[in-house]
């Protein structure tokens, strides 16, 4: 059965504070590990989609990285604005997206 | 930029009631999903539509949940029966021919009295 676990389920960070959130998955046919993030009351946005081990995105302050098992959100000197919830997702092969349960981020001033 | 439309934002219900959801997808996007997150949770897939065929119904209650879209544009989501259980936020999702990229809508909060 496809699965994707975050890690931790919450993680508090001082402004500046860099840190990394984690996603482990298994899956039989994986199309793409995907990246959103969700503010209160909103929909998913979407971040990053990675498609294979050794692959690597960046935009702003994040940056996503992908192995065989694993994928790492790394938050560099995050700021107050960055503070939501973090879902990792895989697809499968007919497209449907397979998530984590989120990781909530919160960075104080 | 070209949004995920949905309605209502909010819905509160008792009980036993009927309740609907209506979903607009990004103009030309085949491919449409259903969501449903439960507060701390993560989105479990209810439905998927290809067009208007269902592709995945799978985890969908089909006791008291219904989906369609009729036209292969929007699509509803009706319970009935409402339970306590099905508080939960209600997502629906869009995707293009061959893009992997799934775009969120903002959601339809349900609460259930």
């Known amino acids: 059965e496809d699965q994707v676990t975050q890690s931790p389920e919450a993680l508090r960070l001082q402004e500046g504070e860099s840190s990394s959130l984690n996603c482990s998955y298994t899956v039989s046919g994986l199309r793409g590990l995907f990246w959103y993030r969700q503010d209160p009351g909103k929909g998913p946005e979407f971040l990053f989609t990675l498609y294979s081990a050794g692959e690597e995105k960046e935009k702003e302050r994040l940056k996503a990285t992908l192995t065989k098992k694993e994928s790492f959100l790394h938050i560099t000197a995050p700021k107050p604005e960055d503070s939501a919830t973090y879902l990792c997702a895989v697809q499968e092969k007919g497209g449907k997206l397979i998530f984590g349960q989120g990781t909530e981020l919160s960075v104080k001033p | 930029e070209a949004e995920v439309a949905q309605s209502p934002r909010y819905k509160i219900t008792e009980k036993s009631q009927a309740v609907a959801f209506w979903c607009d997808p990004i103009?030309?996007?085949?491919?449409l999903y259903w969501y449903r997150q439960i507060l701390g949770q993560g989105p479990e897939l209810l439905v998927q539509f290809q067009d208007e065929s269902v592709v995945d119904d799978s985890q969908l209650p089909k006791d008291r949940f219904s989906a369609e879209r009729l036209k292969g544009v929007d699509s509803t989501l009706k319970i009935q029966p409402a339970e306590l259980g099905d508080s939960a936020m209600y997502l629906c999702a869009s995707g293009g021919a061959g893009a992997n990229v799934l775009t969120f809508g903002a959601g339809s909060r349900l609460t259930v009295l």
């Open positions: 103009s030309g996007h085949a491919t």
